[in-house]
């Protein structure tokens, strides 16, 4: 999950801003600025209520950037592990 209800995103350069501060993205190769992946968006700002997601594999997708914000009630499942970053694996405690 990128943002929730009330904040602004946008991305330029290659990289995420949430509310005017850029978005570490350790995850991401380069730390989001992966050379194939330079799509922008637009500031946006999220309705109360609803979620803006993004894949770890940007530069190969376009789902949910394209869709725009999801409601929060249409999301579904729960998390059980972390893979990421490697320092952090393990189990999420409910």
């Known amino acids: 999950?990128?943002?929730?209800?009330g904040q602004t995103v946008r991305r330029?350069?290659?990289?995420?801003?949430?509310?005017?501060r850029r978005?570490?993205?350790?995850?991401?190769?380069?730390?989001g600025a992966v050379p194939q992946d330079t799509w922008t968006m637009q500031a946006?700002?999220?309705s109360v209520g609803s979620v803006l997601v993004l894949g770890?594999?940007?530069?190969?997708?376009?789902?949910?950037?394209s869709t725009g914000p999801v409601k929060v009630s249409a999301v579904g499942g729960?998390?059980?592990r972390l893979g990421r970053?490697?320092?952090?694996?393990g189990q999420i405690r409910q």
């Not at 940007?58 to 949910?64: K, T």
């Not at 970053?85 to 694996?89: A, G, H, I, K, Y």
């Open 1 to 5: 999950m990128i943002a929730t209800g």
């Open 12 to 20: 330029a350069e290659g990289q995420v801003h949430v509310g005017g």
């Open 23 to 31: 978005v570490p993205q350790p995850f991401l190769r380069d730390g």
């Open 44 to 46: 946006l700002r999220v």
């Open 56 to 65: 770890d594999h940007r530069g190969g997708r376009r789902y949910r950037r």
């Open 78 to 80: 729960a998390a059980l």
């Open 85 to 89: 970053p490697f320092r952090d694996v």
